[in-house]
C-alpha cells in the first residue's frame, strides 16, 4: 500500500494507483455503505465511470467530469469535442443511451473571445450530431492568473434497461475497437515539448482518436448487452489501467497477446523515444470490452461492419492460483511480463 503524501501531487490525478488510493482515503472509505449507492442502482460501490439510480424498469446512467486538457486545441479535436465525447462514452459504457447534457465552463479573464467561441461550437457541433439535448448549464470567469486558461465540466444523463457492471467472468475475451494510446501520444509530444520536432502532424499520420461511441455501442447494447461482462474507454491510465481495475482483487488474471494488441508505428516510435508504454496512453474513441467467449468472433465481425475495422481480441480472461488479480502479457519475443497498474505522472492534464 502506498501512503498518500502529505501533499497533493500531479500523480493524484492521473487515474492510476495514487489516484485510486486517494479517492479511497478522502472519500469512499468515509461514505457510509448505506449511502454509496441509491436503491438497487450502482455507485460508489462499483467505482465505475458513472453511476446509476433505477426508476421503474429503466436505469437512469449519469456521469460527469471536468476536462482541464492542454492544449486546448490538438491534431484531432479540442477541449470541446473531448468535453462532450468523453462523457457521452463514460454512459455508453455502463449500457445506457444517452439523452442529455449539462456543462459547466471556468474561463480565465483576457481568453481569446475567437478560441472561446471555436471550443463552444466544437461541443454543439457533437451534441447536434449525436441527437443529445443540452438542458442547462453555468459560466464562470476567473481573474487571470487563477485558472490555467479553461477548465469544462460536463454531466452527461442516458437511460438503461440493463446495466454493463464490470465484471469479466473467466473465459471472456477481451477486445478493444481500434488502435490504442493515439490521444495520450498526441498530448505527450505537446506536453514534452517535441511536437514541432516531429513530422506525424503535417503528414496526418497521427491524431487523436476523440469522438463519441454512440454509432459502435448502441448496436452492440441493442443486441449483445448480455454477453458483454464489462465495457470501459480507456481514458486515464490507458488499457493497462483499465484492465488492472478490472482484475484487481479477483481470483482470475488477464492474460494478453502483445502481437495482438493494435498500436499504431507512430505511437510505438515516438513512446520508445520518451520512455512511456503506449499501453498506459489514453484512447479517447476506443473501447474496451470483456465477452462472453461464445460470441467473441461474432461481436469482433459485427464491430468491424460498424466500421471499427481494426477491432481484435487481444487476450482472455483465466482462473489461475498464481498471478491472481494480474495483467500478464504474452510479449512478441515469447516471454511473459506484468502489466502493472498505472502509478506517478504518465502524461499529465491529457483529459
Wanted: net charge negative; charged share 25%.
Amino acid at each position: 500500500m502506498i501512503l498518500v503524501s502529505e501533499y497533493i501531487k500531479l500523480s493524484h490525478g492521473s487515474g492510476g494507483v495514487e489516484m485510486r488510493e486517494l479517492l479511497m482515503r478522502l472519500i469512499v472509505s468515509r461514505v457510509d455503505e448505506r449511502l454509496k449507492r441509491y436503491g438497487d442502482g450502482v455507485g460508489l460501490d462499483v467505482l465505475d465511470d458513472g453511476a446509476a439510480i433505477r426508476i421503474g424498469d429503466k436505469y437512469i446512467v449519469f456521469s460527469t467530469d471536468s476536462y482541464t486538457v492542454k492544449p486546448i486545441v490538438f491534431p484531432g479535436g479540442d477541449i470541446g469535442v473531448l468535453a462532450a465525447s468523453g462523457s457521452i462514452n463514460d454512459v455508453l459504457m455502463m449500457g445506457a443511451k444517452p439523452i442529455v447534457l449539462m456543462d459547466s465552463i471556468v474561463v480565465e479573464e483576457g481568453f481569446p473571445m475567437d478560441l472561446l467561441e471555436r471550443i463552444i461550437n466544437s461541443f454543439l457541433r457533437i451534441i447536434h450530431e449525436e441527437n443529445i439535448a443540452l438542458v442547462g448549464g453555468d459560466l464562470k470567469v476567473m481573474p487571470r492568473g487563477e485558472i490555467d486558461e479553461i477548465i469544462i465540466n460536463t454531466v452527461a444523463i442516458g437511460l438503461a434497461e440493463k446495466l454493463i457492471i464490470d465484471k469479466p467472468r473467466p473465459g471472456d475475451k477481451i477486445l478493444v475497437t481500434d488502435y490504442v494510446g493515439d490521444h495520450g501520444a498526441v498530448i505527450m509530444l505537446f506536453r514534452m515539448g517535441v511536437a514541432d520536432k516531429v513530422d506525424v502532424f503535417n503528414k496526418g499520420l497521427l491524431k487523436s482518436d476523440v469522438k463519441p461511441l454512440t454509432k459502435l455501442m448502441i448496436p452492440l447494447i441493442d443486441k449483445y448487452i448480455d454477453y458483454i461482462h464489462a465495457a470501459r474507454d480507456p481514458t486515464r491510465g490507458g488499457l493497462a489501467g483499465v484492465l488492472n481495475e478490472w482484475i484487481q482483487g479477483t481470483k482470475h488474471m488477464i492474460l494478453l497477446d502483445e502481437e495482438e494488441i493494435p498500436v499504431r508505428e507512430p505511437v510505438k516510435r515516438y513512446s520508445e523515444m520518451l520512455g512511456i508504454d503506449p499501453l498506459y496512453l489514453a484512447s479517447e474513441g476506443v473501447a474496451v470490452l470483456s465477452v462472453d467467449p461464445s460470441v467473441a468472433d461474432e461481436i469482433i465481425d459485427f464491430i468491424k461492419r460498424l466500421g471499427f475495422v481494426n477491432a481484435r481480441v487481444i487476450g482472455e480472461v483465466r482462473e489461475t492460483e498464481r498471478n491472481r488479480g494480474r495483467v500478464i502479457m504474452r510479449t512478441s519475443i515469447g516471454g511473459l511480463r506484468i502489466v502493472d497498474p498505472p502509478r506517478g505522472e504518465i502524461v499529465p492534464r491529457i483529459c
